[in-house]
């Protein structure tokens, strides 16, 4: 629930500042990723070691570019995550780029977990197929968009971009590109569970929640995965009342602005 404290809350937005360091953690990630590819390809490190450095790893470029959908338009945003929307490694051939991405997200602001929410096929309906639609959520919010809104050149542009992206990377590393492509698409899909079925579904309820942890948990999430993506998440309900809030201010604002 919403409480109006009437205190300014200016000083816990969003800012250029947080916006530098949101892009500097997806420009690591994407880095990090495609240097464990690397090692993986030229077998400095096992396929274990590389889905943990998946797993650790493209949650932050997730989130930070999730901050940024609540920070800067397409227009505002460089060329490359505008072209590679929520993942540094394309999903599949078929992927949104930045500015669909920030529109479908903004609808799923103003409608959240309701039947208008266009994520609803990923937070409603029974848990087995919250799975599926999760694991395939970049190819159908590919066709739900394009169903909805058509194919503009662009997106055409940015599409062909990622699979010459994607094809070197196969070519450069065979059947080991499979294993890269399928721990990237099974820490993906977890992590869309979270960030949508999770956050938005408790208790038989839709709404949108907070994930109260134990805190050893979330100090130990925070190690691992790294604030922004841990303070995100556990305080989505906050996230929802102010998109506008950064990320690691959400649990000093929850006070001001929540009723328990
Ligand atoms: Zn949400
Ligand atoms: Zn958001």
Redesign the pocket.
Known sequence: MYKNSGRCLDEYMVNDDDASQYLRECAIAALIIVGAYTLFITELISSLILFIIVAVTLPRWIINV??L??AKSSEQINGIIRCLGISPVPLSIFTLSYQQIHEI?LA??RHAATESDPDAYHIRGNLFLIILNSLTTPEQSFLRWVKINGFSPQLGIDLLIKLVFLVILALLGGKKFLFFLLFIRIVYGLGDLVFFRLVHHQKGEYGTFEMKLPSIITTWGERIFGRTVIQ?TIN?DV??QN?RIAAHNLAKVREHIMVS
């Open positions: 999730h901050e959908l609540h997200h799923h602001h995100a989505h996230h929802h998109p």
